[in-house]
């Protein structure tokens, strides 16, 4: 018995590495607007039941691969660190992953994507950046005249987006590992000299 459902387990596992490839591929080709789940499952060679066993519909399908790409780049969360030139493992690891669909990023990100996913996308890199300056700065009193915190992760978030979209518009001009340090500096810099911190 146990020996079936590593069977089906296996067998869900692949269905669904194929529907996400051919999705990945058909909103390459053609936006995500136009991308219809007809596309994905021509191109994955299985029927639509198939489909909906897994997905509510192409928007489930895209929440569900961003999960998975966040649960695979979280070895270790964070974008900035005590030395503000190490970039985290999970920083590079999410760089990474997105280099490996530049493509399918660069139009998800872009005029044909999804302005939703766009949103998603900042909110994960928002929500790492507040969990380590919470752990990197604890307690700490900043000067009246310091800008809301709000509005200082807002900036860094939109800063940050904005340079991986640079990235992936340019034909990932360095490695992730370089990017990764880059963004973390620029982070770690911002944060101090903006909170008027002595890091």
């Known amino acids: 018995m146990q020996k079936l459902e590593g069977i089906e387990d296996l ?3 692949r269905t669904r590495k194929l529907l996400q490839q051919a999705f990945i591929e058909r909103t390459v080709e053609k936006g995500f607007v136009a991308l219809t789940v007809r596309d994905i499952t021509e191109r ?34 964070g ?8 970039a985290s493992l999970g920083l590079i690891n999410l760089l990474k992953y997105i280099q490996q ?5 660069r ?30 700065f604890p307690e700490r009193v900043f000067e009246p005249d310091a800008p ?14 904005g340079a991986i979209v640079w990235w992936l518009e340019q034909e990932q ?14 982070i770690y810099d911002s944060v101090v000299s903006s909170l008027k911190l002595n890091g």
């Open 11 to 13: 067998r869900v596992r």
């Open 44 to 77: 994955a060679m299985v029927n639509r039941s198939t489909f909906y066993r897994h997905y509510l519909d192409k928007y489930d399908l895209l929440e569900q691969y961003i999960n998975e790409m966040y649960e695979l780049s979280e070895d270790q969360e």
């Open 79 to 86: 974008i900035l660190e005590l030395h503000p030139r190490e």
């Open 173 to 186: 001009p360095c490695p992730p590992e370089q990017l990764a340090n880059w963004l973390n500096q620029f």
């Open 107 to 136: 139009v998800m990100l872009g005029a044909q994507g999804d302005p939703l996913f766009a949103q998603r996308f900042r909110q994960k890199t928002e929500e790492r950046i507040l969990s380590c300056f919470n752990q990197i």
């Open 148 to 161: 809301p915190i709000n509005l200082l992760f807002n900036f860094i978030t939109y800063a940050g987006f």
């Open 101 to 105: 669909e530049a493509s399918f990023y």
